[in-house]
């Protein structure tokens, strides 16, 4: 795979007056926000607008026996109440991911005699106000018959009696196998075979908007309007064609300014057919809106993955391969899950040469919330697991951890890497990326403190290192290694870009940003093909089906926009370009090669005062067409379909699976207080690596912003289930988010080796998150090496990290 790119040199930039590509400036969107002038679903009115509230599970596990909701009828103001039987009648399950016997169950939006977990909808009441419709909502009865949750991912899979969806017959939600290379033959290989179970815990996303959605149903009609926040609504628009049981021209889907997503808003999906299903039972506008604990309770969480691994080794700390049993615990329906156990073949060896893995992983349905994607969904798990392994090989034969890593990197002459799934690494330099780390953090330095300190002051430092890819533009095909029968989509992305008679230039895309500055970047790289004033460019916000459904190809997720979003707008502007340079060359009576674009004029080479303005230009495009060359249509618009090349997997799961691959190495060093088992962070040393940086500032805010998810992650932020299913942590009192006081300074070092495959160079990025988790489990666990203990779950809490030192006492 190749790809152009023509981005301008510094000697070629020389005169140029607007910033393009590169540019260190402030972002579009920014500018409303802190005005408080941006548009969310819940800014909209319209007329006759009710609202809902959701009566929920109180129960894990439990069947249905009655509803009763004759009070809250009576209750003035209430409108209606949507329960099972109305769902059953106007709708459609929900499609499967997985295979059968797991996609024989019946997935709606709403429990159907059955509840599953605690916050499952039960009923939706619609009423004039979000507080009548609260208050009518207590009053409806609900008669449960409990049942015993299953909770525990082991449990689940080898339970045969106490199941989630009777007509499946297990709790397997899906089994896929993977072997590449020879792993049998590296076991034999082997110095050493060592062991490890690592526990990645179950957490999510925590964005400042929670779940959103306004459906509007004409019955005069049978259109259905809706504004919401899922982050890939044309993706999804097959869910609710099929669910709601309309045709894609009876429906209209409109996203707006999304107050972040990170993944967890990709399966809102069953809450807008929900709400849509309300509106069209009431026949009015209904809104809907989390609250911040039904967010926790209900919206989405990350799975949680067990692995028991095996790793061959040489002595010399060298990895011949990875023999893995997981288990993924996907909650109680399989509604983007169990994706999970295909996406992470995007990383299968990650930054290493381990040329021989065998995985055989398991997917199952517990009483939990359903899960979905997360940021770095399904590679973090499988990337926390290697670098942990690094740390454990390294402590198992006595090396530095830099050391193993060194030994077993891809190196830059390797690349473009082919892993042993077929998978093609673009470019990178992850040695060098490590060596800054060291350099910056002051690794040998350190090194000799901890011994000093501990020896001398009695204090236990840890120092963490881990190297991790971010996949980007995912080949969608993946999930055919699970369910050969899904189509292969996900792989294009689209811009309507229009040079409008006024000299301006508006952008219509599909990528549906929740804070990724596309709005910014776009107009960046529009400004840098044209040479003109970002301010010149509109890029529209939000998506609509209506207003461009051309665009209508799939959103942001999977670190995708630099590459497909960003790769459809550089090839709407070449078109564009061409169509302008042509004109321009007919009414200047020269040549088309003799002409260039400078400073918005289309001028000559050979005599720029010779020149014309694009505002001109596109006044003639669009009003004299008969002083255009025959041949070109009127107008100045275009639309470019970007495609990523990639290919469905072969039958022996054999696949490229992402088009570009940034990578960052992060290096920690901290401290843990024996005494509360509080770990505090002394140093943190990033190193990034995302192709071609189009706003520097916008990657230092991904990056900053990955940073502190990853570092939340493994030192807060935690889903724990009571042993009945309740959920103890559905309140920022024991969710626990950090705050700005809670981060460390990071010191960020960027690194720019192009992808020589991405149209401008640029990788994916943002979802780096992984490498904070995994750094900082990594130097809390070398902490606690001194007491001959280790953390076998991916969240060190104080409580928890307290009771190992107890037990080394012991």
Avoid at 117 to 124: C, K, L
Avoid at 539 to 567: E, K, W
Wanted: contains cysteine.
């Amino acid at each position: 795979m190749t790809a152009t790119t023509v981005v301008l040199t510094d000697e070629k930039r020389l005169g140029r007056k607007n910033p393009g590509i590169g540019s260190r400036i402030k972002t579009k969107e920014d500018f409303r926000h802190i005005r408080g002038a941006g548009s969310f679903v819940d800014d909209v009115c319209v007329r006759d607008m009710a609202f809902s509230s959701i009566l929920r599970s109180p129960y894990a596990h439990a069947r249905i026996k009655k509803i009763d909701y004759t009070e809250a009828l009576r209750v003035p103001g209430v409108l209606g109440i949507l329960t099972s039987e109305d769902v059953i009648k106007m709708s459609d399950p929900l499609p499967q991911m997985t295979v059968p016997p797991a996609s024989n169950l019946k997935d709606y939006p709403i429990a159907v005699r059955k509840v599953r977990y605690v916050g499952e909808p039960v009923a939706v009441v619609v009423a004039t106000s979000r507080y009548i419709a609260e208050d009518a909502a207590e009053l409806i009865q609900v008669e449960y018959e409990l049942l015993e949750p299953v909770l525990d991912a082991r449990a689940a899979l080898s339970s045969r009696d106490n199941l989630i969806h009777d007509e499946v017959g297990s709790n397997v939600m899906a089994h896929v196998q993977y072997d590449y290379g020879n792993i049998e033959k590296a076991m034999k290989e082997a110095d050493q075979i060592i062991r490890a179970k690592i526990h990645f815990h179950r957490f999510s996303s925590t964005p400042m908007e929670p779940n959103a959605v306004l459906a509007d149903f004409n019955a005069k009609d049978g259109s259905l309007t809706v504004w919401c926040n899922n982050q890939e609504p044309s993706f999804m628009l097959p869910q609710f064609n099929s669910a709601l049981r309309l045709p894609y021209d009876k429906m209209r889907f409109i996203t707006m300014d999304i107050g972040g997503g990170f993944g967890c808003k990709i399966v809102n999906y069953a809450y807008v057919i929900l709400t849509a299903l309300a509106s069209m039972k009431v026949r009015r506008p209904v809104n809907w809106v989390e609250s911040r604990s039904e967010h926790l309770l209900a919206a989405s969480h990350g799975a949680e993955r067990i692995f028991d691994v095996e790793v061959p080794v040489k002595n010399d700390g060298r990895v011949l391969g990875l023999k893995i049993f997981s288990i993924d615990d996907d909650g109680a329906f399989a509604r983007h899950e169990p994706a999970g156990l295909t996406v992470w073949a995007q990383v299968v060896p990650g930054a290493y040469k381990i040329k021989n893995v065998r995985n055989d992983m398991y997917a199952v349905f517990t009483n939990k919330c359903p899960a979905g994607p997360n940021r770095g969904f399904a590679r973090a798990p499988h990337l926390f697991m290697i670098e942990r392994v690094m740390d454990i090989i390294a402590k198992e034969l006595s090396l530095d951890p830099s050391e193993v890593r060194m030994r077993n990197f891809i190196t830059r002459e390797d690349q473009p890497y082919t892993t042993p799934n077929g998978c093609v690494y673009d470019d990178g330099d992850y040695p060098e990326s490590l060596r800054i780390v060291l350099d910056a953090l002051n690794y040998e330095s350190w090194r000799k403190k901890q011994a000093t300190f501990r020896k001398d002051e009695g204090r236990y430092l840890g120092i963490g290192l881990a190297t991790t890819l971010d996949s980007g533009a995912p080949n969608f095909g993946q999930v055919k290694m699970l369910n050969p029968r899904l189509p292969l989509i996900g792989n294009t992305e689209a811009c309507l870009l229009q040079l409008t008679p006024d000299g301006r230039f508006v952008v219509k895309l599909g990528t549906v940003p929740q804070g990724q500055s596309h709005e910014t970047v776009s107009a960046q790289i529009v400004s840098e093909v044209f040479d003109v004033p970002v301010e010149l460019v509109n890029v529209a916000t939000g998506f609509d089906s209506a207003s461009h459904p051309y665009t209508m190809h799939s959103g942001t997720y999977g670190s995708r926009y630099a590459a497909m979003g960003g790769g459809a707008v550089y090839g709407a502007s070449l078109k564009l370009r061409d169509k302008v340079l042509k004109i321009g060359a007919h009414l200047l009576n020269e040549q088309i090669s003799n002409v260039e674009l400078v400073n918005g004029n289309v001028q000559s080479k050979e005599d720029p005062a010779k020149n014309i303005t694009i505002k001109r230009l596109a006044r003639t495009a669009y009003g004299m067409p008969a002083m255009i060359p025959h041949g070109i249509e009127g107008g100045l618009w275009t639309l470019e379909v970007y495609y990523n090349g990639l290919e469905a997997p072969d039958e022996k799961k054999i696949a490229n699976l992402a088009l570009t691959y940034s990578y960052q190495t992060h290096g920690v060093v901290g401290e843990l207080d024996p005494e509360t088992g509080k770990f505090h962070i002394l140093k943190y040393v990033i190193v990034d690596d995302a192709g071609r940086v189009i706003n520097p500032l916008v990657v230092d805010g991904q990056v900053h912003g990955a940073t502190l998810h990853g570092i939340a992650a493994a030192m807060f932020e935690e889903y724990k289930y009571s042993d009945g299913g309740q959920l103890e942590s559905s309140t920022f009192i024991d969710y626990l988010a950090p705050t700005a006081v809670d981060v460390p300074n990071m010191e960020l070092h960027h690194m720019e080796i192009p992808s020589p495959f991405a149209p401008l160079g640029a990788k994916g990025m943002g979802e780096g998150g992984g490498t904070a988790h995994v750094a900082v489990i990594n130097a809390i666990n070398d902490a606690l090496s001194f007491f001959d203990r280790s953390l076998e779950k991916s969240i060190a809490p104080p409580e928890a990290v307290y009771q190992l030192i107890r037990k080394s006492h012991t």
